[in-house]
């Protein structure tokens, strides 16, 4: 199938910033929505950020003006630059893509995949 590997999560300040990627690897044939989630401890995982294959963005309320999301099709790559980091943000961040991949009898199939994810500490 699929796999996605996330990097750049790690301990910031308030204030702040850090950069996300997530790279897609496998029989890839396609990548439309790509996706960053987080997930803080007791709390439902919540969308942040989406992007379309054509580069449409979407983001939660909570992070206008400070996160972008941006990719790089050519790699299956999706970035997620984070600034102005408040406490509140920290979480386990997690990507998630959807598209089409090719099986080993060449039959295109649809996928949708998460990252493992990484941690993002945010200190007062």
């Known amino acids: 199938q699929v796999q996605l590997v996330e990097s750049g999560g790690g301990l910031v300040q308030a204030g702040g910033s850090l950069r996300l990627s997530c790279a897609a690897s496998?029989?890839?044939?396609?990548?439309?929505?790509m996706a960053w989630y987080r997930q803080a401890p007791g709390k439902q995982r919540d969308l942040v950020a989406t992007?379309?294959?054509?580069?449409?963005?979407n983001y939660a309320d909570s992070v206008k003006g400070r996160f972008t999301i941006s990719r790089d099709n050519a790699k299956n790559t999706v970035y997620l630059q984070m600034n102005s980091l408040k406490p509140e943000d920290t979480a386990v961040y997690y990507c998630?893509?959807?598209?089409?991949?090719?099986?080993?009898?060449?039959?295109?199939?649809?996928?949708?995949?998460w990252g493992q994810g990484t941690q993002v500490t945010v200190s007062s």
């Open positions: 992007i379309t294959s054509g580069g449409s963005t």
């Open positions: 496998g029989r890839i044939f396609s990548i439309n929505a």
């Open positions: 998630n893509a959807k598209g089409v991949y090719t099986d080993p009898f060449r039959i295109y199939r649809d996928f949708g995949s």
